[in-house]
T-cell receptor, first 114, second 112 residues
Framework: DAGVIQSPRHEVTEMGQEVTLRCKPISGHNSLFWYRQTMMRGLELLIY????????DSGMPEDRFSAKMPNASFSTLKIQPSEPRDSAVYFC????????????FGPGTRLTVT | AQSVAQPEDQVNVAEGNPLTVKCTYSVSGNPYLFWYVQYPNRGLQFLLKYITGDNLVKGSYGFEAEFNKSQTSFHLKKPSALVSDSALYFC??????????FGRGTSLIVHP
């Protein structure tokens, strides 16, 4: 398996623009997590999906953030409109809940909002 | 509620010396415990886990961790550090929730 795939790897955009981050989890995994990492705040959980259904979105910062998982092999995290304080590295991770629970992380998307 | 603490922001060790990265946790019920490593500009990478059984767990790259229930600790260890072990290390715990809680991370620096 290729592991968790994220795209794009880098994104530079201007304040106010819409940003869409994409994730393909490991085949067979039933759970998907979106995280944000910054120096100041560390690793933050944004949202957790189980069997394509959002279970916990309490970490989503505000209404500008939304996430979808239309099927077991694809998820998106959208920021609209983007702001400079959204600059961070965004990770997607997948796991098999009900099995061993360890998470497998993608390489991340480094987002810079100017 | 579940929580995990990594009391050291940074650990410095000389190459060839043993290393320990500390982790303590709080959780209801039996814990699932994990260690992850993050190299620069990379995602977190799973190292090892404890679910049940032997308190000493062996993982990738020669790392091991010891589960201590009475001290609620799960310290990461390696008998002989390598410069290439320099990275950010995260401890995580999962209790009854499906969602694990991560610590803030410990930066390990191995000096030649």
């Amino acid at each position: 398996d290729a592991g968790v795939i994220q795209s794009p790897r880098h994104e530079v955009t201007e304040m106010g623009q819409e940003v869409t981050l994409r994730c393909k989890p490991i085949s067979g995994h039933n759970s998907l997590f979106w995280y944000r990492q910054t120096m100041m705040r560390g690793l933050e959980l944004l949202i957790y999906f189980n069997n394509n259904v959002p279970i916990d979105d309490s970490g989503m910062p505000e209404d500008r953030f939304s996430a979808k998982m239309p099927n077991a092999s694809f998820s998106t995290l959208k920021i609209q409109p983007s702001e400079p304080r959204d600059s961070a590295v965004y990770f997607c991770a997948s796991s098999f809940v009900g099995g061993s629970y360890e998470q497998y992380f993608g390489p991340g998307t480094r987002l810079t909002v100017t | 509620a579940q929580s995990v603490a990594q009391p050291e922001d940074q650990v410095n060790v000389a190459e060839g010396n043993p290393l320990t990265v500390k982790c303590t946790y709080s959780v209801s019920g039996n814990p699932y415990l994990f260690w992850y490593v993050q190299y620069p500009n990379r995602g977190l990478q799973f190292l090892l886990k404890y679910i049940t059984g032997d308190n000493l767990v062996k993982g990738s790259y020669g790392f091991e961790a010891e589960f201590n229930k009475s001290q609620t600790s799960f310290h990461l260890k390696k008998p002989s550090a390598l410069v290439s072990d320099s990275a950010l290390y995260f401890c995580a715990v999962k209790g009854g929730s499906y969602i694990p809680t991560f610590g803030r991370g410990t930066s390990l620096i191995v000096h030649p």
